[in-house]
């Protein structure tokens, strides 16, 4: 990076600002930049609280030298959706008359810190978290980054336009029923909402304390994973914070699985517009090696109605009710009629609702089964402030189509911008992955943000060029070599990714090995064998919790086992390897050199059966 009048020019992508730091750059400078855009954007909606300049100045100052490994965020400024604490700094959750002085930061943004991120803000949102469209403000509304006419999503409205006009590298959220997805979605960036759970909510006010989930607005799919890494882990303090797992961002499987809405419960509410971007984007996940199956979504959408229509308004009431019953007219008016409606539900209600609940898990669990994700529209249309203002509730809800259920099943998604549609709005799709896969709905994410041609946000800045990822396993994973039907889109891989595998690469064996069709079946299997007459077998190398290995050994069947496999690289990893013994009718496919190979050849013989 050059002197510092070109700043007003730098793309504030975390690859793009180390890359400044690299040439020279100060923190102070880009500090003093990020206040000049704030400034110039002219937007009185976009934040609450501004962190004195003076504050930003210090913590920029006392980063040290530059290092990126020690600090992954270093010299990257952020900013936090105002119902998240910033110690001496007041929360009012879209409140005043709520409004407190944090005594210290929120665990997450505590650890973002330390990771080198520098806080400038607080931002504006829907009042108490309640709300998809951005306008449930006694603040000035902030504006759509790309188009004022239209909502700038909520809740979390704030954080994503101070986002998408670059203002900020990243911005915290939060996420009950979309509020971390449908905002990225309106305003062209990445939304990342993570395994509930994953980031602490010490310091949150929440909304709906047992679903919800701090989440992450980025230009970059890359960016909104370091700052997930950076923010996530155990907090004592939070009785509802879990371990999760956030391994680099890796390689995706050769073969994946996406569940899409089939057409009986696919809906656009008549934007044909929206229609043909989504049918386009399932094009690209297929170019990626999706193969995509269609589900009855009508349990999804069940458990969606339970959030707003069910029992789980109580929690909003748990928060907003005190304040409600003292002065009512400090409550904005829709919120007071959505969180009011809590008072009608009993006991005897909350339990009906949740055993219900836990049945509508399990049918959508079945409807799951054998799926490594799920690919849906973020928003099935679009609405203008002016809708909103003719109809207050019901455009909320629709847009809530493809979010609501989410947090409720504990899945973890990762909202991204796929194209720009026909109408020059931006296109958007959320991948869904079970809890502890947001590595792989991240990973799938980054190639469709790569191949779909847009630009960032409503910057205009091109989307930085990054690396496919080499991705190596962590301290505490295994790598297993599979050769069969464990291996990406085949019977048996649900068996690695239940518990906690992912996918690191595709190689090969030394050659030296026999690879035999075992009698039996289904599901049919490959037994590998070490011999000096054999060839190189195709395989792939997964990674594993050391914690979840023996669990994967109790379910090897004999004759197969987990022994030594040498790889071509000379490497040696456990793999798959079968006895010698358990060959008594198999049938010698090596010629095939894999069992992929061999699966297509018997299925291009008519009749054939693998």
């Keep these: 990076m050059g002197p510092i009048d070109t700043l007003q020019d730098l793309p504030f992508d975390i690859a793009s600002l ?10 102070g400078e880009i500090v003093a930049e990020c206040y000049r855009r704030i400034a110039a954007a002219g937007d009185p909606g976009i934040f609450i ?4 300049p003076e504050k930003a100045q210090l913590e920029a100052a006392r980063l040290g030298p530059f290092d990126r490994s020690a600090k992954p965020l270093w010299g990257v400024p952020f900013a936090i959706k105002d119902n998240i604490d910033a110690g001496g700094e007041t929360t009012t959750a879209g409140c005043p008359a709520y409004a407190y002085e944090a005594e210290v930061d929120a665990f997450t943004v505590a650890k973002l810190r330390a990771a080198g991120a520098i806080l400038v803000g607080k931002t504006n949102l829907d009042q108490f978290a309640t709300g998809l469209v951005g306008v449930r403000s006694p603040y000035p509304v902030p504006k759509n980054a790309l188009d004022p006419e239209i909502v700038p999503g909520g809740s979390s409205s704030g954080s994503a336009v101070a986002v998408a006009r670059g203002l900020v590298s990243f911005a915290l959220g939060t996420d009950t029923a979309g509020s971390g997805r449908v905002p990225a979605a309106l305003n062209n960036i990445v939304g990342l909402k993570p395994t509930v759970g994953s980031l602490s909510a010490s310091g949150l006010v929440p909304a709906c304390r047992t679903v919800d989930t701090i989440s992450v607005f980025a230009l970059t799919v890359e960016d909104a994973y370091r700052a997930f890494q950076s923010a996530a882990g155990h907090d004592p303090a939070d009785a509802f914070s879990k371990a999760v797992a956030t391994p680099d961002l890796g390689t995706l499987p050769p073969k994946l699985t996406i569940g899409i809405p089939d057409a009986g419960s696919l809906t656009f509410f008549g934007d044909g517009v929206q229609a043909a971007s989504y049918a386009a984007a399932l094009e690209a996940v297929r170019a990626a090696g999706g193969e995509t199956v269609e589900l009855d979504f009508t349990p999804f959408y069940q458990v969606a109605e339970m959030l707003y229509g069910g029992v789980w308004v109580a929690e909003r009431h748990a928060v907003v009710g005190p304040l409600m019953d003292k002065d009512p007219e400090a ?23 949740l055993y219900r609940m836990e049945a509508l898990r399990r049918t959508c669990e079945a409807a799951m089964a054998g799926i490594d994700m799920l690919c849906v529209p973020t928003i099935p249309t679009f609405f203008t402030v002016a809708d909103l203002e003719a109809d207050p509730i019901g455009p909320n809800s629709t847009l809530g189509t493809y979010t609501n259920f989410v947090n409720l099943l504990g ?26 896969r947001d590595g792989l709905s991240a990973a799938l994410a980054s190639r469709l943000h790569r191949g779909a041609g847009v630009t960032l946000g409503a910057t205009g800045w091109p989307l930085p060029q990054v690396a496919e990822p080499t991705p190596t396993p962590g301290a505490d994973e295994i790598v297993v070599a599979a050769v ?18 992912r996918f690191l690469a595709a190689a090969s064996t030394a050659p030296g090995y026999r690879l035999y069709r075992l009698a039996g079946g289904p599901p049919f299997r490959p037994g590998l064998v070490r011999d000096a007459t054999g060839s190189a077998i ?11 290995f023996g669990a994967f050994m109790a379910g090897i069947p004999a004759p197969l ?7 071509a690289d000379g490497r040696t990893v456990n793999g798959f390897i079968c006895e010698v013994a358990g060959l008594q009718g198999a049938t010698d496919i090596t010629e095939f050199g894999g069992w992929r190979a061999y699966l297509a050849a018997a299925a291009g013989r008519q009749g054939a059966v693998p």
Aim: net charge positive; proline share 6%.
């Design 331 to 353: 409550v904005h008016p829709v919120i007071r009629q959505i969180v009011g409606a809590a008072t009608r539900f009993s006991a005897t209600d909350t339990f009906n609702s």
């Design 561 to 567: 086992g987990i022994g030594t496999v040498t790889l």
């Design 484 to 501: 069969g039907a464990h291996m990406s889109g085949l019977p048996l891989n649900g068996e690695l990714t239940r518990l906690g595998g």
């Design 538 to 548: 195709a395989l792939e190398l997964w990674a594993l919790p050391l914690d979840r």
């Design 18 to 27: 180390h890359a400044a730091y690299e040439s020279g750059a100060k923190p």
């Design 411 to 436: 899945l973890c998604g990762i909202a991204v911008p796929t194209g720009v549609r026909s109408d020059g709005r931006p296109a958007s799709v959320t991948l869904l992955a079970r809890a502890g």
């Design 49 to 52: 609280t501004l962190i004195d």
